[in-house]
């Protein structure tokens, strides 16, 4: 079995997690690797004694991605996992970390893997296309959610949000939230909208506030296809981002389609922890 060790080198400091994962994987008798899921600024100093390799030629024959740190972490290693079938698994060295399996302090649990006494929670994805006079200009694959909002100018959007060509709400407002269940922890959650169970199958719209008292958030089955068209812009910006990631700047007119994914990720399980457990613990509940 080979596991590829993935640290955020921010989150993960000195990497001294990671290393304690590689000494307890490799004396279960399991190959690892250690490959960054991204390149550092260059005045972060990394451990001079370790081997980095490239994740890029090293994933295409790993069984397992385990990832540290916050879940964005996470979900820029979702892109690069979606696309070789190998599933993921989160240790937590953020604040909240929804998406993560183990805690930093939980490292022995690791011991699991190489007894294949796991098992994998599937999530859905979201494809997105930009539209501009019917032609598609930009498409990205999300995890938590695609953004549209105003950016950090104070002006409020319009925008129409259709489902399978039929309108669901038209409205001004800061902008709008198209997440999966997994994302509905996230902004969405932040939002106003509702938490769904991350293992259902639902595309969850949540506006940004939205200007009057009448559109509320919606959650519709993963077979819908949703569309959100930008309004008149004048001076204003809008900005589309899928799981954070970089910004595309829309114009007056775009449309935004989002459908579900034929792409899934595979989330690996060791504490039999149930979403309700984790979601009363992030959140401080008693």
């Not at 200009?137 to 959007?157: E, H, K, P, Y």
């Not at 489902?163 to 509905?184: H, L």
Request: one cysteine or more.
């Amino acid at each position: 079995m080979k596991v590829i060790l993935s640290p955020n080198p921010y989150r993960d400091k000195g990497l001294t997690a990671v290393r304690e994962a590689e000494r307890i994987l490799r004396g279960c008798g399991v190959e690892t690797c250690l490959c960054l899921p991204f390149r550092p600024d260059r005045s972060l100093e990394l451990p001079r004694d370790l081997k980095l390799r490239d994740i890029h030629a090293e994933i295409k024959n790993a069984d397992m991605l385990i990832c540290f740190g916050g879940d964005g972490t996470i979900l820029h290693s979702a892109r690069l996992a979606r696309t070789y079938h190998i599933p993921i698994l989160g240790v937590n060295m953020g604040s909240v970390g929804f998406m993560a399996e183990l805690e930093a302090g939980e490292l022995h649990l690791l011991r699991q893997i190489a007894q294949g006494k796991y098992t994998t929670e599937q999530r859905m994805m979201l494809d997105m296309r930009v539209l501009r006079d019917g032609r598609s200009i930009f498409w990205d694959t999300a995890l938590n959610d695609v953004v549209i909002s105003n950016g950090a100018v104070a002006r409020v959007l319009d925008m129409t949000v259709y489902g399978d060509k039929v309108k669901i709400m038209e409205y001004s407002g800061d902008g709008v939230i198209v997440c999966t269940p997994t994302g509905s922890t996230a902004y969405s959650m932040s939002a106003g909208g509702p938490i769904v169970e991350p293992t259902a199958e639902n595309i969850i719209i949540t506006p940004i506030c939205a200007h009057d008292l009448l559109t509320k958030s919606c959650v519709l089955g993963k077979e819908r296809i949703v569309d959100v068209t930008v309004g008149h812009l004048s001076h204003k910006s809008a900005y589309l981002s899928a799981d954070g990631g970089r910004a595309f700047r829309l114009t007056s007119g775009d449309t935004v389609e989002l459908r579900c994914s034929s792409h899934t990720i595979k989330l690996v399980r060791l504490t039999g922890r149930s979403f309700y457990e984790i979601l009363n613990q992030k959140l401080g509940r008693r």
